[in-house]
Structure formats: C-alpha cells, structure tokens
C-alpha cells in the first residue's frame, strides 16, 4: 500500500494560490452546494489543485483548500491522505499507479511491479530523466481486465510486461498509444467477443409485438381444449356409459325383489328373515367347503353339472346344455327371483333357501 506521508520540507514549496482561472472555476464549484455544506466541494477542489501543481498536492495547496472552503486544514488533510488519487508527493510526467488488489495480483500485477521497480526503482520516487513514477494503489475498478494500470488520467489494460514496457517507451517517445485493453478485446467483453445476447432478432425488431402472439396462441389452445371437454360432456349425456361393465356383476332384473309383481304372480311376498338367511346361504363362501347337511335333494339333482369338481353331468349328450340369460332379460312365465337369487339358466326349478320353510 501507498505511503499516505505529506512530501519531505525540502520538496515543499514555499506557497500556492489558485490561478485566476482555476479561482473562477473554484468559485463556480463552491456555489453549487447550498449555505453552510461548501465542504462538499473539497475534492474538486484538491483535485483542482494537484493538477496546477504538476500532478501532486504540496502542503500549502492544502491549505488553500481548506481557506476556500472555510475548514480546519487537517480537515482537509484527511481527505488527501485517504485518497490515493491525491499524490502528496512529486510525480513524473508520466505518473504509473498499479493496482495491485486480488484479481489483478492473480492476474499477472506482481511481475508488472517486478518489471517498473527493475526499470524505475522504488515506488513514490521520480525516475532520474523525470518522465515516469509509479505507485501501487489498490482497486481502480477495471478487474474485468486485469492487470491493469492507470497513467496519469487514463487506463491500461490486460497489460503483461512486455507490453507495459512497450507502452512506457511510446509515451516517452511521443508515440502515440492505445488506452484501455491492450490485446484484442473491446471494452470489457470476453476474450474472443461477445458470448452472449448473440441471436440477431434480438436486435432487428422481430421480437416487438411477440408476446401478443404467444398470449393469442395461449388463448386458442385454451379454447380448443375447452371444445373438447364440452363435447365429451355431451356425448356422456346422450350416450351414457356404465360405470363398469356387467361382466362379472350379480344379474339383476327389474322385478327383482318386487312385492307388487310376486303379488301379480301369487305369490307370499318375501319376508325379510327369509332374505337374510337365503343370501347367507347362497352367496357365502368363506369357511364353507361342502354344502349344509340340511339342503334339499332336489337342488343337488337340478345341478349336474360343474355343482362339484369332476363330477359327470346327467343331462343326455344330444341335448344342447341350457343357457344363461342374458344380462336384463326376464322370462315372461316366471315370476320375479329373490333380489339375493341367483339367475338359473332356463327351465330349471328354483332352488328353495336352506332351512327354509315349506310355503303353504
Ligand atoms: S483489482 Fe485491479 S482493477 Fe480491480
């Protein structure tokens, strides 16, 4: 870091005053601050200042600062020893300050100070011919290319030393130079150019008006789904399908446990005693492994075949076997089953519940 010292007695002149010009232009920047905060303007005026004097703040023009703006000159003080743009020391013509913070350390700053202390000496000293001085100053906001280096007013950037060697011989040659990077990258793009916002219609107004197309696509694709959904709605209504298909459910009829059609028939209606008990002995099978000892004769004779595994049919082979009504069809000449009953196939007699009571 800068040495933040005031320059030695010897190298102090002996008094400073603000030429009539630039006592003009101080006047001008006093009065842009509002009464009682003239203090604002101190570092236009310091800056002011060093460039009078051959690019460096002696002690007097710090004074003369603090006259002007009516403050205590170790006011004023503080503020040139905080910045390192003030040199509280001669300069050369060509005064080099390194940055020498982290990105640019990492980058290559520490051979750049290795090359300007082999070829100027120590930092903060003017080199014998006056031209160049160099200082290592911390951040100057450029880390995009770094290491860098800023010369008097300007930056230079992406240097290694050879080409800040070649730079120094140019600007004390007269030559003229390039300021900022110093290899081939514009401004602070990525090395190779611009690697990113490449797509042409980006830039060629293509794009203006896009988002009212995707909204107007959106809407339409909203609109034809609902279309869908509504048709689907409508043919559910018109054409309705079963929940699940009637493979494999219980056959249910219409009269199906119907008091008035057993009535019509003459039949006794069905008590609910009886229904319980039927159904608990038709469709329960678990822990059941062979029929009660109580059921009838006649049911065993009525199913020949498949009632028990492997068992020979009765039925004579040139009669075809009877088959099982269809789903929702009713035999005419039969009256209403059990709601609990199983559908028989046809011109079998219906089976009676076991334990059930004779009907007289
Ligand atoms: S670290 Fe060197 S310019 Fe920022």
Known sequence: ???????????????????????????????????????????????RAQEQNG?????????????????????????????????????GRYWIQVCGTVPCDSCGA?????????????????????TFSWLEVECLGACCNAPMVQINQDYYED????????????????????????????????????????DPTLYDGSRVGAWRKRFEEARKDEAAGQDEATSSEQQAATNPKPARPDAGRPVETAASDAPAQRAAAGEAPVKSGDKAEASETEHSTAGKSEAPASQPTAIKDLEPAGAEAGAQSSLPRDVPPPQPIASGEEEASEPAPDAESPKLPKGRARPKPANKPERT
């Open 1 to 47: 870091m800068a040495n933040r010292r005031l320059a030695p007695a010897a190298e102090q002149p002996e008094s400073f005053a603000f030429t009539p010009e630039n006592a003009a232009w101080v006047k001008g920047q006093i009065a842009k601050y509002p009464e009682g905060r003239q203090a604002s303007a101190v570092i236009p005026l310091l800056w």
């Open 55 to 91: 690019g460096w703040l002696p002690q007097k023009a710090i004074e003369a600062v603090a006259a002007e703006l009516g403050m205590p000159a170790i006011r004023v003080l503080e503020v040139a020893t905080f910045y390192t743009m003030f040199a509280l020391e001669p300069v």
């Open 110 to 130: 520490r051979e750049l100070k290795d090359m300007l202390h082999e070829r100027l000496g120590p930092s903060g000293h003017v080199d014998p011919t006056g």
């Open 159 to 198: 240097l290694t030393p050879e080409l800040l060697g070649k730079l120094m011989d140019d600007l004390a040659a007269g030559r003229p130079v390039k300021v900022g990077s110093q290899i081939d990258r514009n401004a602070s793009e990525p090395l190779g150019g611009p690697n990113t916002l490449t």
